[in-house]
């Protein structure tokens, strides 16, 4: 796990990068600037990460290594939202430790559209990824797909949430909470009778 | 409704694109190829398109347009999925029509990542869009963004399979299809006890 600043020089740079962001603007700040801030050379900086924007980025692959193992390492019998459960524990406990940096990145984020469409682009990976470490473990082909999304869009609506207030610890009850809420949104005005049946499933 | 191919210049340099699209590659084929095979000129394609990527996706602006005023004329006490359902059966309607240009366009899709990250864009905002409806509707924050997210996911799932096979209107039992899945995939495990109680949402 990641701490917050590490003492080496992507942690310098990122939050170089992140202070400038801030302060003057993504678009308006520069590599150079970003390098100097830092007390390295711009040269450092593309040692690690290709672009500006990749300081903002630089998280996503964990992410979804985080998100493809805890799939994984779910237990035999776990059905497909409940190995997706195990993979919202694991992400919340990850970024307890990052809030201070997710919300700046989120503030940032929020103000630029190209940005946007990366993040997107992200988490539409991102249920590829859980969806495929399903089928890995069994889920059919659809069940594993929507498992995929609808995972990623509770994160997403519990990350939405988590980054305007101010305790790093309440991300898994606001994960929880979205869940419920999608459940309730889906199941709405069905009884139990109403549910669909597997025979039902296999004829579409 | 659009028909197939109009006898105008957008309809003529959309079937010439496409069929090039097929034929030679999406990267290898030029605006000025896809003019001349439409017996049009470069200046007439941009009086339609901004690029040729842009012939791919003239028709989101409608899509999105059809799921807000779906959303918009489902009856008052439609609940936030029953509003989606009937956004999904205009939508299901509008395609049927569409199904040879959408079967080729997603090939092209497929094989290209850049117009991938330009789908998925598409489909984040017509979740977006649909959320914005609902709420619009009276429907709260969270409930809407993970019904948008919900309606999209099956959307596209049913997509997915529609283009992949031969009869035009099969989309709408595959949208049921789909949305039966996930229902059963969100609600695994759990008999009516463990559905969520309101009291429970609103403390999230």
Known sequence: MMPRWKPDAAGRLTKA?????????????????????????????FRYFADK??????????????????????????????????????VAQLFAERHPFARVRARIIAANPELQERELIKLAKLADAAAGALRDRGVADRAATLAG???VAVFHDAFARWVQQEDPDV?????????????????????????????????A
């Open 17 to 45: 990068a992140i202070t400038l962001f801030e302060q003057q603007g993504y678009e308006a700040t520069t590599v150079a600037e970003i390098a100097e801030a830092a007390g390295l050379t711009k040269r450092t900086f």
């Open 53 to 90: 924007r990749e300081v903002l980025f630089m998280g996503s692959e964990e992410l979804q290594d985080l998100w493809v193992s805890s799939i994984r390492a779910a237990p035999d019998r776990a059905g497909a939202m409940e190995a997706i459960e195990s993979a919202l524990d694991a």
């Open 171 to 203: 991300m898994r009850a606001l994960m929880d909470g979205s869940l419920a809420e999608l459940r309730a949104v889906v199941m709405e005005g069905r009884g139990r009778a109403a549910r669909p049946k597997a025979s039902a499933l296999r004829r």
């Open 149 to 151: 999304q609808t995972g």
